[in-house]
């Protein structure tokens, strides 16, 4: 999180503006709005699967516009952006010369290929990560920022006088992460099962479609069927089910008509958390619900990532 604060207070200045690719990790625009700067969401198209709207970040880019903003893979849609993707949207921020802060603490909870990391792509990249999700050591706060090493001065310097530096206990915890790499991936193979007992889960008791989930460790649930607030939805599951979930109006507007759902609970709480909603929903749910699971969109065949 702090590298995030870090990176957007060096590439932008209170009036400037940032575009925040929605729906997307809330915590982008709220940092932005606390350091002064201007948030300009892009909406994502439901029907794309969320897919990056290139066009429709083009025409929001402006002179006072310092960085685009997004996670990859996707919290929340699960989404992990192909290859071509992440080269057109180094294109069209081209003539910009704007930077892209990619916040790629996902990249190693993938499920099929290995996302590119936009860092790869350009010099403008601000690459944020860190060993919270990939190794489940979220308490020891250790993150970190790849740019340009002008960047990186500024922002060290910011670093510096705001933490000076990450607790020796955690530097001792990461440093065995960094030589053993298993560490850097151990979560994955676990929450690959859970992803797949969430799907056939969602399939037998629910019967909605949903995001095909590339990476990360959420399942964006299209619940426009039955709801036309994913908010009030989501309050009455965990009022009345006992289960949370997040709405997807909280990640932007575009996320309206979804829910997050998470998979990583124990397996227990992820079979039971679906069974509560198949019976929740208005639908009846369970086997009530004829219909198979489906994806909305299936990924097109043959992409790089
Ligand atoms: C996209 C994204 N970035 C950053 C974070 C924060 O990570 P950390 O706990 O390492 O600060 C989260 C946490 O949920 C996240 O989803």
Redesign the pocket.
């Known amino acids: 999180?702090?590298a995030?604060f870090v990176a957007l207070s060096t590439v932008a200045d209170p009036g400037d503006q940032v575009l925040v690719v929605e729906p997307n990790?809330w915590?982008f625009r709220r940092i932005a709005e606390i350091l002064g700067i201007e948030v300009v969401g892009v909406p994502s198209r439901a029907d794309t699967g969320f897919d990056l709207d290139l066009d429709a970040i083009a025409a929001r880019i402006g002179p006072r516009t310092k960085a685009v903003v997004l996670?990859n893979p996707c919290?929340p849609t699960g989404r992990s952006f192909s290859r071509e993707q992440l080269e057109g949207l180094v294109r069209v921020t081209e003539a910009s010369g704007c930077w892209i802060i990619a916040?790629e603490?996902?990249r190693e909870l993938f499920y099929d290929r290995r996302p590119t990391s936009l860092g790869t792509l350009t010099d403008r990249a601000v690459v944020?990560g860190?060993?919270?999700?990939c190794s489940s050591l979220?308490g020891m706060?250790i993150?970190w920022v790849i740019a340009p090493r002008p960047l990186c001065q500024a922002m060290t310097g910011l670093h510096t006088y705001t933490v000076m530096c990450a607790s020796s206990v955690s530097q001792l915890v990461a440093r065995e992460a960094f030589r053993d790499p298993r560490w850097l991936e151990w979560t994955r193979p676990e929450l690959a099962s859970k992803r797949l007992l969430l799907l056939q889960a969602l399939e037998a008791e629910v019967g909605l479609p949903c995001v095909p989930s590339e990476g990360s460790l959420f399942v964006f649930l299209d619940v426009r069927e039955v709801t036309s607030s994913s908010l009030a939805l989501a309050e009455g599951l965990a009022r009345d089910a006992g289960v949370v979930t997040l709405p997807g109006s909280s990640f932007g507007e575009s996320g309206e008509g979804f829910l997050r759902l998470s998979f990583g609970a124990t397996e227990e709480h992820v079979v039971e958390g679906v069974r509560r909603l198949g019976w929740y929903l208005p639908e009846g749910g369970g086997s009530a619900v004829a219909a198979p699971a489906r994806t909305v969109f299936a990924p097109a065949s043959g992409r790089s990532r």
């Open positions: 999180m702090e995030l990790f915590c996670s919290n916040d603490i996902y944020v860190g060993l919270s999700k979220m706060r993150g």
